[in-house]
């Protein structure tokens, strides 16, 4: 009854290979979101969803391209790895963007 | 554009002694503050929002406008409040999204 999951939760992979993250949730929220956290422990959005569609999207290369098939999920691919996507990302979700926003368990990104 | 900012990064405290983590911002408008905790190998989680006015585990947090501050107190800290505390806020607006602060990392010592 996990609300918000992704898979995998470890990812190792090397650079210049394309990866995908995915996450789910099953609280019937309409928002999505992305977050980046380095190795000092800052979190930073990438991106957020509403009903599949992009709200925001932050300065991330073009090698991050999120993917929304339905309200309940939202994906992150990522192509051409560098050393500096090593880091942990974080798939949360909200009833909109003024509330309360769930996060999920993570995802540890090491590229070697 | 909105900036949070927490000035500690590391809170080393006793057991039993107070605590109290700073939180400043920035932002034209008005803001929802929220502080955000995570555990060792835990997920982030809510742990109060400044229109609730809870206590939630013992922590308050006022929000201050005239000092754009939104800081997190603990009369006694406990052990299981060592982690890793985040201030967070949202503007009032469309489009509005959730920026955080650095973080506090907090240890409470036996």
């Known amino acids: 009854d996990t609300a918000v999951s992704q898979t995998p939760k470890y990812l190792v992979t090397q650079m210049g290979n394309d990866k995908s993250i995915k996450c789910e949730q099953n609280l019937g929220h309409d928002t999505m979101y992305w977050y980046k956290q380095d190795s000092k422990k800052f979190l930073k959005i990438m991106f957020s969803y509403n009903n599949k569609e992009l709200i925001i999207n932050e300065t991330v290369p073009n090698r991050f391209s999120p993917k929304s098939p339905d309200k309940a999920h939202l994906n992150l691919h990522i192509n051409s790895l560098e050393l500096g996507d090593s880091a942990v990302y974080f798939c949360a979700s909200s009833p909109d963007s003024n509330n309360e926003q769930f996060f999920g368990p993570g995802t540890r990104l090491t590229v070697l | 554009a909105q900036r949070v900012t927490q000035p500690e990064k590391l809170l080393s405290v006793f057991k039993g002694a107070p605590v109290e983590l700073k939180c400043n911002y920035s932002?034209?408008?008005?803001?929802?503050l929220f502080w955000y905790v995570q555990y060792s190998r835990q997920r982030l989680q809510l742990l109060l929002r400044h229109i609730s006015r809870e206590s939630i585990k013992g922590f308050t947090a006022d929000l201050n406008k005239g000092e754009t501050s939104f800081h997190l107190k603990k009369p006694f800290a406990q052990e299981e409040d060592s982690a890793m505390y985040y201030c967070a806020l949202i503007p009032r607006t469309a489009g509005n999204k959730l920026t955080f602060g650095g973080g506090t990392r907090v240890l409470v010592k036996p």
């Open positions: 932002y034209s408008g008005s803001p929802e």
